[in-house]
């Protein structure tokens, strides 16, 4: 493949955006205005103007450009726009400010507040119709992905495939974990700020222009997906890569009318104060997104599951197969990058969802006109299913920030993060049955295999963790004490999620020494970026939620109460437990102290990461391994921690 790089894009003109040519994987640009081919009423508003975003000329925006620079990453080429200084932190900041303000805040499960005179979907199609984008996202060439557990992986697994096929990608999953930008991925890489600025004030401002007592403000998803479509269109890509957010019929994604191939990941309990109590109710929801005569694929579902995702499918007359999980010899050697079992569940569906995507558009005889080897898998696709990344799933962080620069590697112990956002019962036996696979293969060799990474991690963290592993295998043998970091919202069950993963870790031998539940940073009712300052201040925390989780554990573990007296949380909750609590056995546990035996409640997640670094600096003969699971929120914070404190 051939990759040229060009800087002739002229400073302040027309911006020309570069894609592949599909067909010959050579790189082309399009000399059509970018602009020019999306309504002038894109450039009409007043925000991204008073910001200095946008340069008004007779009706078409020019963005302030410098000359992109064209990064190539391996087989694909990544391009960077680098603006000129228009776009401040601060900017970035009000973007999220904005965003907030769009959170419906009202129990979930209970009917949106939204007010107006249109349903969801109808509203959709308005706002796409302000934005003028209505004709162009039925030109998209869409895969619309719905299920309850797999989807984010499903369609990253896709997105990567298809992205070392050549062709130019756009990817759309939620939720985040640091920042809002990590939904929308362009040709594999996060949209930078700039370019999310720019459609971000462009559509705000329409919408706001726009919106009356019967039209109001789009809440957050239906807005962050409306930015989807805009930016895809915009960014011109060969085929998007849709996640639906919840359930499916009436999802704000379900305004693809006509996706190119549809897939329905694992199905599951999960969201049922909105979907209903039953799997049939689930699965009618997600099969929501078939469309008339669209061929659909699926994975094997319990048989309610199926029996409805076919009915709903023979009524279309959309053709529907089951993908089976990905058999590992077809890998030839290689891992999939997103660890797990449950990976192959994802990386079936996703290989079907490809080549029927690839087909239907045309390009698959195009591409593999030479391999015609029909039982193997093409290069490229092992390429991505080999290199697709997702943080926060399956996520394995050595931290060694602890140790100080003087102190030999082996004067403190290990510290090492296992971050899985499970929240749902099956979710939550997937990540256990990770869990107990990991520090059992640590366990059975000094030197755990690469596979136990995932590809939510970058090079730069690939290599430090080999470095580690390399540094591992010389020390002298540690051990180990599994520790679990714990929160999840309050419309889940604790109980069911408790058990559950203290069961299926048992059943392989992998005991929890200690539980630490804590409160998440993240808020659910702000927007937060990467850069967002880390609210160090506890004081005033309602902490009865983790103390009640914390209840529900020492049932599980003990079959008895906690010993706490109610009065005595909210003091207990402010300091941190002694440093020996980590190591303590339970039977050395003494009534009266401010902590159980077997959990402890930590009044912060920035103070937990320190306690736990402190811990372990002290003690150079163990491995603490930490499972941080049950929020993609509180994973998200944990990951941002670890980078920056
Ligand atoms: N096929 C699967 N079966 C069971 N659990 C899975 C499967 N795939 C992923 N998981 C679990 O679900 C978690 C989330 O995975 P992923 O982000 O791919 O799913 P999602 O459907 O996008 O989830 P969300 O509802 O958070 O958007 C993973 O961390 C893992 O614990
Ligand atoms: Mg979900
Ligand atoms: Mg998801």
């Given at each position: 493949m051939m990759h040229v790089l060009t800087n002739s894009v002229p400073k302040w003109g027309i911006p020309r955006s570069p894609h592949f040519d599909t067909i010959d994987h050579s790189f082309s640009i399009c000399t059509r205005c970018s602009f020019s081919c999306?309504?002038?009423?894109?450039?009409?508003?007043?925000i991204a103007r008073n910001k200095g975003l946008l340069h008004i000329k007779e009706g078409c925006a020019f963005t302030i450009m410098s000359f992109p620079v064209i990064e190539k990453t391996e087989s694909n080429v990544v391009i960077k726009e680098y603006a000129e200084d228009f776009t401040s932190s601060s900017s970035y900041e009000s973007a999220m400010e904005a965003l907030s303000?769009?959170?419906?805040?009202?129990?979930?499960?209970?009917?949106?507040?939204?007010?107006?005179?249109?349903?969801k979907l109808e509203r959709m199609l308005m706002y796409l119709k302000i934005l003028g984008l209505e004709d162009h996202i039925a030109e998209l060439k869409v895969i619309h992905v719905a299920g309850t557990k797999g989807k984010g992986s499903t369609c990253t697994f896709c997105e990567a495939i298809l992205r070392e096929c050549g062709l130019r990608t756009g990817l759309f999953t939620s939720p985040?974990?640091?920042?809002?930008?990590?939904?929308f991925r362009i040709n594999g890489l996060e949209i930078s700020e700039d370019k999310f600025l720019h459609h971000f004030w462009e559509c705000w401002s329409l919408l706001k222009e726009n919106v009356s007592d019967d039209l109001p403000m789009a809440p957050l998803f239906q807005f962050l997906t409306i930015l989807a479509f805009k930016i895809f269109v915009y960014e011109q890509v060969d085929v998007a890569v849709i996640e639906v957010g919840?359930?499916?019929?009436?999802?704000?994604?379900?305004?693809?009318?006509?996706?190119?191939v549809c897939g329905v990941t694992s199905l599951g309990f999960d969201h049922m104060e909105t979907l209903g109590n039953t799997l049939r109710m689930i699965a009618s929801h997600k099969a929501g997104i078939f469309k008339s005569q669209i061929p659909a694929f699926t994975v094997p579902q319990l048989s309610e599951a199926m029996d409805i995702l076919q009915e709903r499918a023979l009524q279309l007359a959309a053709p529907l197969e089951v993908a089976a999980p990905l058999p590992i010899e077809k890998l030839r050697g290689l891992k999939l990058s997103l660890s797990g079992d449950h990976q192959f569940i994802n990386a079936g569906l996703a290989v079907s969802l490809c080549k029927c995507w690839l087909q239907r558009t045309g390009n698959w005889e195009k591409i593999f006109?030479?391999?015609?080897?029909?039982a193997e898998l093409p290069e490229a696709f092992l390429r991505g299913l080999s290199t697709a990344q997702l943080s926060g799933r399956a996520q394995i962080v050595y931290d060694n920030s602890y140790a100080s620069s003087e102190a030999s590697e082996n004067s403190s112990g290990d510290l090492v993060f296992y971050l899985d956002g499970a929240h749902s019962p099956e979710s939550m036996e997937a990540c256990a049955k990770w869990f107990s696979s990991v520090v059992k293969g640590n366990r059975n060799s000094s030197q755990s295999s690469l596979s136990s990474m995932n590809g939510g991690e970058n090079m730069e963290e690939v290599l430090r963790n080999m470095r580690h592993e390399k540094e591992k295998s010389k020390q002298p043998y540690k051990i180990s004490k599994q520790i679990l970091l714990f929160n999840c919202m309050e419309v889940r069950d604790p109980q069911v999620l408790l058990r559950r993963l203290v069961n299926i870790c048992a059943s392989s031998g992998t005991h929890f020494s200690k539980a630490l539940f804590v409160p998440s940073i993240s808020m659910y009712n702000k927007v937060t970026s990467g850069s967002s300052i880390v609210p160090l201040d506890i004081s005033g925390k309602d902490l009865s939620w983790q103390f009640s989780l914390q209840r529900h554990w020492e049932r599980i573990i003990c079959g008895a109460d906690s010993v706490h007296d109610k009065n005595s949380e909210m003091d207990s909750a402010r300091t941190l437990p002694p440093r020996t609590f980590l190591y303590e056995a339970a039977s050395h546990y003494c009534p009266g102290k401010d902590y159980s035996a077997y959990s402890a409640i930590m009044p912060s997640l920035p103070l937990t990461i320190k306690w736990l670094r402190d811990c372990v600096k002290e003690n150079p003969s163990v491995r603490v391994q930490v499972l941080v699971t049950g929020s993609l929120h509180l994973v998200g914070d944990v990951l941002k921690l670890l980078k920056r404190i």
């Open positions: 999306l309504p002038t009423s894109l450039a009409t508003h007043d303000s769009l959170i419906t805040i009202r129990k979930r499960g209970e009917k949106t507040q939204i007010g107006g005179r249109y349903k985040h974990l640091i920042d809002v930008r990590e939904r919840l359930g499916g019929t009436k999802d704000s994604t379900n305004v693809i009318k006509e996706p190119v006109h030479k391999d015609g080897k029909e």
